[in-house]
Structures are given as structure tokens and as C-alpha cells.
């Protein structure tokens, strides 16, 4: 019994770490909303340093984890105010769509 | 006293390799205009691949060279130092193009693109030399979110690059997560993030330690834009028609599918999980053949078709490393040279003309020969045409495969060598058999000819199948010293 509960406790610890990685994914993927989109890239990064600290990883891989979090949340924020000033949208589907015109327009030009 | 020096950089090759585009890196910041800057880029470019081919030569060529372990702890091994030569080679090229699209960059963003090229480099070379999964991480997104910059760098010219970047972003961060937590796993089942201990390490639960591969080789996958993880790939390419899309489409995926080939083989030389890897590397390759295939078939847009093209070839490259022997990694390396070969004359040839839409190549062999014959030879090795690097990479795909019993495998080559002649022919009917109907977009000024090197090397890259033997010689000692060159 001694054995099998910090056992029992890194399964679950890793189980919800990973839950919250592919909810996340599942998220940055599917979303829309490019600001949904970053939220969940910042869940499932969230998730995958939960998961690293529960399978015991070391202070050094922890804050690579967080360092490239931090860089792709910059960056997210960063494209998401010039997509905004691009395209005056943050809809994926509405982006995509001005994109199709526009090649639809060199293709007859 | 001079042979003192240079064996003293001998000795410290592999961090050479890393640190002389870093310093050009830092560099490109604080140099004033986009002419002085890309001049430095190219000079620490040439640098860099100069000490890379000077130590690939050293290594394969048999001659004992210890190597210094002081600082950064690196690990050397065969595939990392034939990759990393290549990757060397084609930045100092890529960079070199850059000078032909100064112009429309402007001195504001030549030197922070020039300097984002030279850390994608810089990353891919670092992921090769990494000793542990964290440090290959780290180095493998540097190199991604310097690609991710680049991309949105050229929303300058076209907005739709931001659409493009949006999609790097959102892909390669999962990707990202997934190899952190691969990376976890792994370590969890062996004791350990070392790379060079997997194939020797007692796997104590060998599904999880499988279950982290898997992850890694996923989330390196989606940045080698291996189909059916490539959703990104399309919008960040298809419309970068400059020498930017030398960067994300030859070296970025270069170095990519060079990382993922020698995790993978690490991987399966593991006893305990190579089965399973090698399983999954095969359906991936598969998957990527054929869905690679399919899409360059029906693009109507060059860069696109190329990006297609090199996921079909990436297909190809997992299959051999699938095969996890020494004549399938051999294999694997040989696809990387025809790969980024193709890449450059293809992605190089569109740049000189700012091609995007198939129309657009209508009578491109009058208006730019050079540009013309690049592609064309491109598209000849794409096809897997005889006497060209594609051919000679497919037969000794379709030699390791038939001699594994994988003769399936063999058939996909056929098959991706059959899309070949579709797209490949496509584009050589329209640059030599139609009238132009659309005016020439060029950049017409005398700086147009920084292109000329790389179109040239690209195309004598691919006749390398005339004169095979050093290639595939050092391919051959390359993976066979998978365990290491030092101590």
C-alpha cells in the first residue's frame, strides 16, 4: 500500500495534466476565435508543464516549458493585433475567406 | 603555431557550428543597413558551413578527431553531423539569395530577417548536437519560432502571412506541448533525457516510454510538415513568394525532418519500443506519400505544390527511417540531400520571379533561363527521373525497403514518383510550351543575380546522381555511426 499510493497520486497528477493538454489542443485547433485559440495554446502548454512537474522532471526542464510558453503567448498577442489591423477580424473562418478572395482575384487578374 | 589554432577549432567543430551563425545572428541587429548586414550574414553563413563540411569530411572521411567537451555538452553522432553539414551548406546559401530581395524588404526588416534565418539555422543545427530530449526541445523551437517570425516578417509585403503564422503558431505550440510531455515520458520509463542512452537503457515500462516517443516523433512531424500534420504549411507558403520561402521551405523543413530522423533512430534502436515506433513511422510515411502526393496533384499555386511535393518526399524519408537499418537510415539521409536539392531549385525559381499561381509560369523559359532550368530540374528529381539525386535517393529506399521484405514500400515510391511525373510535367509544359499572359514580376534590378548560386548549386546538387560514390559513401558511414563519434 506504502508503494501503490504515490503511484496512484502521479497517474492522476498526469491524467489531469494530460486532460489539460489535449482539451487545449483540442482548442487551439478547432477554435475559430484566434483569442480562443491562444487561450487554449496556453491551457495545453499549461497542461504539458503540469504533466512534465508530475512525471518528476527537473527545475530545468519546468523552465524551458515556461520560457516557451511565455515567447509563444508574446507572440500570439502579438499576431492577434495584426491580424486585427490586417484584416479588421479575428475570425478564423472570416480570414480565411478574405485570403480565397484574394487569391480568386490574382488568379482572374 | 597556425596548425595549433586550427586543430583547436577542429577540436571544437561541433560548437563552431552553432556559434558563428548565433554571433551573425546578434550581429544582423546592430549592423545599420539591409546591404551591410546581409553582407556579415553571409560572410558568418559561409563561416558556419565552411567548418561543418570541414568536419563532415574529417569524420567520414576516417581520420580520428577528438572533440572538446568543455561548456555546452554536446553529443556527435553520424547523422547529426552529415544533417548538420547540410543544414550549414543550404543556410549559407539561402542566405546568400536574401540579397536579392533587399529591396523590397527595406533596411528596417532585412537585418531581423537576416538574423531570423541565420537562428532557424542555428536551432536545427542545435537540436542535432543535443544530448538530452530537453535541450533538442528548446533548440528545436528556436529554430520554430524564428520561422514563426519570419512568416509574419513578410506581412509587410502580403497580410497573408499573418494567416500563415497564425497556423505555425497554433500547430507547432501543440506540437511543442506534446514533445515536452514525449519528453517527460520518456525520460519516466528510462531514468534518463539522454538521447544516446535509448537504445542501451533498461525500459522499465516500455508502453509509456513508447507512448513519449510517439509524441516526439508527432510533434517533430507537424514541424516537418509530414502530412496529415501539415495544415500549416499550405497558408504560411503559398504566398511567400520571395527568398523568405528558401527559409521556412528548404532549411526549416530540412531541419525538421533531419531532427525527426535521428530521434527516430535513436528510438527504434531501443529494443523494447522500436517495433512500435518503427510502426508508426511507417503508417506516418505512408500517410504522407500518398496525401502529399494527392494535394501536389491538384495545387494550383507553385509553392504550394512544392511544400506538397516535399511532404510527399517526407513520407519518404519515414519510411526509411522506418525500416531501422542501417541502409534505411543511409536511405533517410540520401532523401534529406534530394529533398532540400529540389527544395531550393524550386522554391529558388519561383523567388527570381516572384511566382506564385501556375499561370504565372507561362512562358517563364523565355523571361528567366536560369530560373527555368532550376525548376525543371527540380521537378525531374521530384519525379524521381534516372541520373537525377531523387532517383538515386528512391532506388536505395526501394533497395533497404525490398531487402527488409517491405516490398509495399517500394510500390508508394512508385506511386509518389507517378504523382511526380503529373505535377513535375505540369510545370515544365508551362514554362516551355505556352505564351506568357502575364507581364514579368521580377525584380529586374542587378541584385536579382544573388539568386544565381543558389539556382546553380541546386541544380548540380540533383546531377549528383551522375557521380553518386561520395555521397553515398558518407550517407552509408553516417548511419553507421549512429552511438557516437566520441566519448
Known amino acids: 500500500m506504502v508503494i501503490v499510493a504515490p503511484l496512484s497520486v502521479e497517474f492522476v497528477l498526469v491524467a489531469a495534466g494530460v486532460s489539460l493538454l489535449m482539451i487545449g489542443a483540442v482548442a487551439t485547433l478547432m477554435s475559430g476565435n484566434v483569442i480562443k485559440r491562444l487561450a487554449g495554446l496556453l491551457v495545453c502548454g499549461a497542461g504539458a508543464i503540469a504533466s512534465l512537474a508530475a512525471l518528476g522532471a527537473g527545475d ?33 473562418p472570416e480570414i480565411d475567406a478574405a485570403d480565397a478572395d484574394n487569391d480568386t482575384q490574382e488568379r482572374v487578374s | 603555431m597556425s596548425a595549433a589554432y586550427v586543430d583547436l577549432a577542429r577540436a571544437h567543430a561541433p560548437l563552431l557550428m552553432i556559434m558563428a551563425p548565433l554571433i551573425g545572428a546578434v550581429l544582423m541587429l546592430v549592423t545599420g543597413t539591409a546591404r551591410v548586414s546581409w553582407l556579415v550574414a553571409c560572410a558568418v553563413a559561409a563561416a558556419g558551413a565552411y567548418v561543418a563540411m570541414d568536419f563532415a569530411a574529417i569524420v567520414f572521411g576516417g581520420y580520428p578527431q577528438p572533440i572538446a567537451e568543455v561548456g555546452v555538452s554536446l553529443f556527435v553522432d553520424g547523422v547529426g ?10 543556410a549559407a546559401f539561402v542566405v546568400s539569395a536574401v540579397g536579392a530581395s533587399l529591396k523590397d524588404a527595406g533596411d528596417a526588416a532585412s537585418p531581423l530577417a537576416l538574423s531570423l534565418m541565420l ?101 517533430l512531424a507537424v514541424k516537418g510538415g509530414v502530412a496529415p500534420l501539415h495544415a500549416w504549411i499550405a497558408a504560411a507558403l503559398g504566398r511567400l513568394g520571395t527568398t523568405y520561402a528558401l527559409a521556412i521551405g528548404a532549411l526549416g523543413v530540412l531541419g525538421a525532418l533531419s531532427v525527426l530522423t535521428r530521434f527516430s ?33 491538384g495545387a494550383r499555386n507553385l509553392l504550394r505544390l512544392t511544400a ?3 511532404a510527399s518526399q517526407a513520407g519518404c524519408v519515414l519510411l526509411s527511417v522506418a525500416l531501422g537499418s542501417p541502409a534505411g537510415f543511409a536511405a533517410a539521409l540520401m532523401q534529406l ?38 525548376i525543371t530540374v527540380g521537378a525531374l528529381s521530384l519525379m524521381g527521373a534516372p541520373l537525377t539525386i531523387g532517383f538515386l535517393a528512391r532506388w536505395r529506399l526501394v533497395e533497404a525497403g525490398v531487402g527488409a521484405g517491405w516490398w509495399w514500400a517500394a510500390g508508394l515510391v512508385v506511386i509518389a514518383s507517378l504523382a511526380g511525373v503529373f505535377y513535375g510535367g505540369r510545370l515544365v509544359e508551362r514554362m516551355y510550351f505556352r505564351r506568357a499572359n502575364i507581364a514579368y514580376a521580377g525584380d529586374g534590378g542587378v541584385w536579382r543575380v544573388a539568386l544565381g548560386p543558389v539556382l546553380i548549386v541546386a541544380i548540380v546538387a540533383i546531377a549528383v546522381g551522375l557521380a553518386p560514390s561520395v555521397l553515398l559513401n558518407a550517407a552509408a558511414k553516417a548511419s553507421l555511426m549512429l552511438t557516437g563519434l566520441a566519448a
Not at chain 2, 81 to 90: E, K, P, Q, S
Not at chain 2, 265 to 292: D, F, R
Not at chain 2, 359 to 368: F, I, N, P, T, V
Open chain 1, 60 to 92: 530545468g526542464a519546468l523552465i524551458i516549458g515556461v520560457a516557451l510558453l511565455f515567447v509563444y503567448a508574446v507572440l500570439g498577442v502579438a499576431l492577434v493585433v495584426r491580424l486585427q489591423e490586417g484584416y479588421g477580424a479575428i475570425e478564423a
Open chain 2, 119 to 219: 537562428c532557424i539555422a542555428v536551432g536545427w543545427i542545435g537540436a542535432l548536437m543535443a544530448r538530452d530530449l530537453i535541450a533538442m526541445i528548446a533548440a528545436v523551437e528556436t529554430a520554430w519560432l524564428a520561422s514563426t517570425g519570419l512568416v509574419m516578417l513578410n506581412s509587410q509585403r502580403d497580410r497573408a502571412a499573418l494567416n500563415g503564422a497564425l497556423r505555425m503558431l497554433s500547430w507547432g505550440g501543440v506540437g511543442a506541448a506534446f514533445m515536452l510531455v514525449g519528453a517527460g515520458l520518456v525520460a519516466r520509463a528510462t531514468g534518463s533525457f539522454a538521447i544516446d542512452v535509448l537504445p542501451l537503457a533498461h525500459i522499465r515500462m516500455p508502453n509509456v516510454a513508447a507512448a513519449g516517443a510517439a509524441l516526439i516523433v508527432i510533434g
Open chain 2, 337 to 374: 540531400v534530394a529533398f532540400v536539392a529540389a527544395a531550393l531549385a524550386l522554391y529558388g525559381g519561383a523567388a527570381a520571379g516572384r511566382v506564385q499561381s501556375l499561370e504565372m509560369l507561362d512562358g517563364y523559359g523565355q523571361r528567366a533561363p536560369l530560373a527555368s532550368a532550376a
Open chain 2, 308 to 310: 506538397y511535393a516535399g
Open chain 2, 265 to 297: 533512430a535513436y528510438a527504434i534502436a531501443a529494443p523494447e519500443i522500436g517495433g512500435s515506433i518503427s510502426a508508426a513511422l511507417a503508417v506516418l510515411g505512408s500517410a504522407s506519400v500518398i496525401i502529399g502526393s494527392v494535394q501536389a496533384v
Open chain 2, 81 to 90: 553531423v552529415f544533417a548538420a553539414a547540410l543544414i550549414a551548406v543550404a
